[in-house]
């Protein structure tokens, strides 16, 4: 269901939204003249309502000078970079075979020098252990060829048996901690070189320690247990809709390594900077030897490398967000139930990249400001400055941040369903959620804590498995623990990725039920019956009289 085969679904946002006067989310009372009586005076108009919906028509381009800003940015950091490959001094590893010539004051090259050149392997320290290399390698070669599979199997489960899952992964919550716990305290005790590395008292507390992280995590279920049950229809929602557009795991993953690709000039262009300056004389004591001094301006070219790096990371992840919620709320706006909308993901695609390619720039920056301000903030607490000046400071950076995560939260979903600005979506998302009675700050936080779970148990057990494999099949000793705990951290990366877009699906149908709500329609039956439960605060219980379909 493209822009070219219905193009009679273009809404208004386009001649309405744009009116200051008339907002698109914003209800309106006339208060009409008293010698003009209307007859629809005692009710406010509805219609404007009406037409919230996805946005299939041809869309004009947002935030446009965001969009300059980036390309600006990213234009710099390529072209500096050229200059710093071009101009970097061939000289500069070898400063060890120039010395202080006192007749030019300067530094000259030893004619007698050589520099010695170690193999590669040396530097890495691989001559010794090729074999656990070897091993190393194969085994993250095929977690990572797995780790496809295992994404479909867990979507197919989490799809056709929810519940089943979620119960029965709760115990390993627990189970998983203790078992690793107990195993590794009786482990390092029988290992005399461990025994000596971490003593018994050592041993004892890391032991206590983490039980105590498993009591918080049995108080966390305990506390939350009458939200499983919500918890899984949600996740069951989420699952089914993904499930129809599995086109998006191919679109991320290729945005992903198309982001990688784009990183790797840049990674040269930083390592070739540190090549440019010169070999100079310095004094010391009255002695003079040669040092290598930097271009004042390599910093400065550091900060703008850094500073685009960060800013394509957190645009790349509102990007993904934009496609994921523009290809399912086509999916759940679908009059058609049984039909995925063709060249959904195609038309989100292009928006993203296109008409909504400013708005994605400023979203993404105003992440990156939060993550640049709050590490800042971070690192000032942990050198524990005093005073009540820098505890002011603070308590404002901090409410300042959390204020701009709640403007940004569902705001670039809006976004991708109407194609409106940055700001106007964040200003309608919030006056939607709140006329509806629903929560501008959250959908669920422990759907999250659930599927984290999940992941967790499925990459633990595929740790020990791999784990064992590699001890019956090479024996690498106890370095088969860190080659499973690599193939573990790796899983978890690819599973906690599809746990992302699962999070950005339950997000995506949370923004399009309120639209739903808004206009008083039921485009899916099964997420009304689903999200009409979810409470309006963190605190709150919805009782059986609100479970029914109001909208």
Known sequence: MGSSEEPNKTSLLHHSSSSPTHPLLSKSFPSPPISEPQLESSEPDQTQFLQISYNYGPRPFKDLPFLILFLLFVLCTFGFGIFVVVNRNPNSSSVSS??????????????????????????????????????????LVITLIL?????????????????????????????????????????????????EVFPLVYRILLLVFVFL???????????????IELTVNIIGIASHSLSRNLGLFVVL??????????????????????????????ESGGEYYCVWKQDSWVPAYYTLAILTMLWSTTAMVELQVYVISGTISQWYFAK??????????????????????????????????????????????????????????RCCVNALLTAVDFLNKFTINFAAITGETYCTSSRMTYELLKRNLLSAVFVETVSTRILGGIVFVFSAIYAIVACAILK???????????????????????????????????????VCYAIDRDKGEVCKQEVHEVYVSLPIRRNHRPSLANRTLGV
């Open 147 to 195: 780790s496809v599979p295992f994404c479909w199997l867990l979507l197919l489960l989490l799809k056709n048996y929810t519940k089943q899952v979620v119960y029965a992964s709760l115990p390993f919550f627990v189970v998983m901690p203790i078992f690793f716990d107990v195993y590794w305290f009786v482990a390092c005790t029988v290992s005399s070189s461990c025994s």
């Open 336 to 393: 058609d139930d049984d039909s995925t909308p063709k060249r959904s993901i195609r038309s989100s695609l292009r928006n993203a990249l296109g008409p909504s390619s400013g708005t994605v720039c400023l979203s993404g920056l105003l992440i990156c400001a939060v993550r640049v301000v709050r590490a800042v903030v971070d690192s000032a607490r942990q050198e524990n400055l005093q005073g009540i000046v820098n505890i002011m400071l």
């Open 213 to 227: 992280f498993i009591g918080v995590i049995v108080w966390i279920i305990v506390a939350n247990w009458h939200r």
């Open 98 to 139: 120039y010395s202080y010539d006192s007749s030019s004051t300067s530094c000259v090259k030893n004619s007698t020098s050589s520099l010695q050149q170690l193999p590669f392997s040396n530097y890495l320290g691989l001559s010794s252990s090729s074999h656990i290399l070897k091993d190393l390698i194969w085994t």
């Open 472 to 510: 019956a099949v090479s024996n690498p000793g106890a370095d088969a623990y860190f080659v499973a705990v690599l193939a573990w951290v790796l899983l978890i990366l690819v599973l906690g990725f599809f746990v992302h877009v699962l999070d950005n699906v339950i997000d995506t149908v949370y």
């Open 253 to 282: 993953p290729c945005l992903t390594f198309s982001l990688v690709v784009y990183y790797a000039p840049i990674v040269v262009f930083l390592v070739f900077a540190r090549l440019n300056g010169k070999i100079v004389a310095k």
